[in-house]
T-cell receptor, first 114, second 115 residues
Framework: GAGVSQSPSNKVTEKGKDVELRCDPI?????LYWYRQSLGQGLEFLIY????????KSGLPSDRFSAERTGGSVSTLTIQRTQQEDSAVYLC????????????FGNGTRLTVT | AQKVTQAQTEISVVEKEDVTLDCVYE???????LFWYKQPPSGELVFLIR??????QNEISGRYSWNFQKSTSSFNFTITASQVVDSAVYFC????????????FGKGTRLHILP
């Protein structure tokens, strides 16, 4: 596709359930980033991938959060045993190569944990 | 460690006024990149500019201009003759290019342009 695609666009889940958020980056972009945007909190870095490897996982808030990227393309962010504080917009971005290039953002997944 | 501070949480100005959004950064690296992004009400973040640490020349693009000063670790963004369509949240960001390429964002400044 022409841009970064994220699905679902909205997700409502019950506390304690697991959720998977998907990101399909721009074709050919080797770098992929996940951020979380909570109300009034700016963009919180979660994790980034260079190809299939994740050099920096330091931003993941807890061990309930994990992410993978296969084939150097699609990435999945998984949140296990969701909590209400996980409610936020999860943004994915891709870049042609590492952080030197501008990020292209998707429209995000709005996650609501009830 | 990387850090980006946008001290202005929210700014309101009347249309046609000039407005400057402040950004102060912290880094231990001598090579780094600075960015500004715009997030309009529609929600999708849009890249505005990238500047590397070796280029302190100010940049102008239409009504937008950026003032990079290493001496004060600042990368401020000015909109001249503001328009209602400039209303958005603006984020400043920093990447330490030769470390982990993690791009860190400030908390953003919400700009309201009043008609």
């Amino acid at each position: 596709g022409a841009g970064v695609s994220q699905s679902p666009s909205n997700k409502v889940t019950e506390k304690g359930k697991d959720v998977e958020l998907r990101c399909d980056p721009i074709s050919g972009h080797t770098a992929l980033y996940w951020y979380r945007q909570s109300l009034g909190q700016g963009l919180e870095f979660l994790i980034y991938f260079q190809g299939n490897s994740a050099p920096d996982k330091s931003g993941l808030p807890s061990d309930r959060f994990s992410a993978e990227r296969t084939g150097g393309s699609v990435s999945t962010l998984t949140i296990q045993r969701t909590q209400q504080e996980d409610s936020a917009v999860y943004l994915c971005a891709s870049s042609l190569n590492r952080g030197l290039h501008s990020l292209h953002f998707g429209n995000g997944t709005r996650l609501t944990v009830t | 460690a990387q850090k980006v501070t946008q001290a202005q949480t929210e700014i309101s100005v009347v249309e046609k006024e000039d407005v400057t959004l402040d950004c102060v950064y912290e880094t231990r690296d001598t090579t780094y990149y600075l960015f500004w992004y715009k997030q309009p009400p529609s929600g999708e973040l849009v890249f505005l500019i990238r500047r590397n640490s070796f280029d302190e020349q100010n940049e102008i693009s239409g009504r937008y201009s950026w003032n990079f000063q290493k001496s004060t670790s600042s990368f401020n963004f000015t909109i001249t003759a503001s328009q209602v369509v400039d209303s958005a949240v603006y984020f400043c960001a920093l990447s330490e290019a030769y470390r982990d390429d993690k791009i860190i964002f400030g908390k953003g400044t919400r700009l309201h342009i009043l008609p």
